[in-house]
Structure formats: C-alpha cells, structure tokens
T-cell receptor, first 115, second 111 residues
Framework: GAVVSQHPSRVICKSGTSVKIECRSL??????MFWYRQFPKQSLMLMAT?????????EQGVEKDKFLINHASLTLSTLTVTSAHPEDSSFYIC???????????FGSGTRLTVV | AQTVTQSQPEMSVQEAETVTLSCTYDTSESDYYLFWYKQPPSRQMILVIRQEAYKQQNATENRFSVNFQKAAKSFSLKISDSQLGDAAMYFC????????FGTGTLLAVQP
C-alpha cells in the first residue's frame, strides 16, 4: 500500500511557458502533500506544503507566484511552474503523508528542463 | 525551527561489512519523527527505517538498525552485512508537520 504516482517523469519546455506536474496518491487519501526540489548531487529542499482545500504553505525564499500549488482533492496535488526559465530546471519530487505515524511516501520525481 | 545535519558526505564499506551513517537533529518539538531514506540512481526515495522520537527503543528493519540517542539528538543508521544493492544516497529526515532532510551521505559498497 501507499503508492504515490507523479507525472510526467520528464518534461522539456520552452522558456516563458508554464508546465504542470501532477502528484496522485493511488491507494490512500492524503490531506497533506509536499513538494520538493532537488539539484544534482544535493539534498531535497522542501518548497511547500499542500493542504487539501486550502492554500499551500510555502517555505521561505520560494516564489508563490512562480510555483503555483493546487490541492483540489484528497488524492491530487499539482505544481505549476509559471513562466519557466532555465534556472527553474531541476528535479521536482512530491510526497504524500497518510498520517504522521505511517510516514511519507514519495513520487518518482519529474525532471524539468527549460530551454 | 528544526534542523537535520549529516556530517559525512561520503562513506565506503566492504561488501558483507557493517557501516554506520551519522545524523543529528535539533527541534523543540516533543512529537517528532525521524526517518532514513535511500535514494538510488533512479532517484526514487525509499523509506529505510523510521523512529518515533518519544520512544527510546531503537528501531530495526532486517539489516538496518538505528542508534537513537535522545539526549544527544543523534539518530545514526547501521547497515549490517552490506550488499552491493545498498549503494545509494542516504538521507536522514525529521518531521513534525513537515519532513526536512539533511544533506545526505553517498554510500559506496566495495565488492
């Protein structure tokens, strides 16, 4: 149990366009989902906490207008990178928490390349 | 605020030997959970082991065990009988309402 699906796995987009990444919990309801960014050979940096039915909570230094997060249902959260630029190229990973005791299940990640 | 610190950027172990990865944390929360995740080259995050910080008993999962020292805020991971498939990046994490990670330790397993 506790499977999280993330789509797409890879995306290439042109500078100035927007791209949406989906994160779905397949076999459990996740009231809270998390979005991370990971640069090569570095750790996962938490970007924001996504709560179903309410606004996301962003970490310090993360641009809210650049990284739009929507958590419209108990099984789906989306991250939209708006007006993407080459510096937004990175590996983005989502995570869902069924409950605090169970732990956090991660999606397989999305490699975003902005050209 | 919470912090997680991993002081070993890289470690190496011989196959079948034992290795310990270090982690320290700092939080003012009593309701705190600690995790070790493995990230192989596929970059999929895989849960290795977790520990409730309010429990003193050390968690164990097969060849993986933790040495949890609450007073020292230390949460080290011991891998026994190391296998080639254990080679990966290992991240220590701590969570109250959100999970944050240390900088990671790259583990190499030598045949």
């Amino acid at each position: 149990g506790a499977v999280v699906s993330q789509h797409p796995s890879r995306v290439i987009c042109k500078s100035g366009t927007s791209v949406k990444i989906e994160c779905r919990s397949l076999d459990f309801q996740a009231t809270t989902m998390f979005w991370y960014r990971q640069f090569p050979k570095q750790s996962l940096m938490l970007m924001a906490t996504s709560n179903e039915g309410s606004k996301a909570t962003y970490e310090q230094g993360v641009e809210k207008d650049k990284f739009l997060i929507n958590h419209a249902s108990l099984t789906l959260s989306t991250l939209t990178v708006t007006s993407a630029h080459p510096e937004d190229s990175s590996f983005y990973i989502c995570s869902a928490r069924r409950n605090r005791e169970y732990g956090y299940t991660f999606g397989s990640g999305t490699r975003l390349t902005v050209v | 605020a919470q912090t997680v610190t991993q002081s070993q950027p890289e470690m190496s172990v011989q196959e079948a030997e034992t290795v310990t990865l270090s982690c320290t944390y700092d939080t003012s929360e009593s309701d705190y959970y600690l995790f070790w995740y493995k990230q192989p080259p596929s970059r999929q995050m895989i849960l290795v082991i977790r520990q409730e910080a309010y429990k003193q008993q050390n968690a164990t999962e097969n060849r993986f065990s933790v040495n949890f020292q609450k007073a020292a805020k230390s949460f080290s991971l011991k891998i026994s009988d190391s296998q080639l498939g254990d080679a990966a990046m290992y991240f220590c994490g701590g969570a109250t309402n959100k999970l944050i990670f240390g900088t990671g330790t790259l583990l190499a397993v030598q045949p």
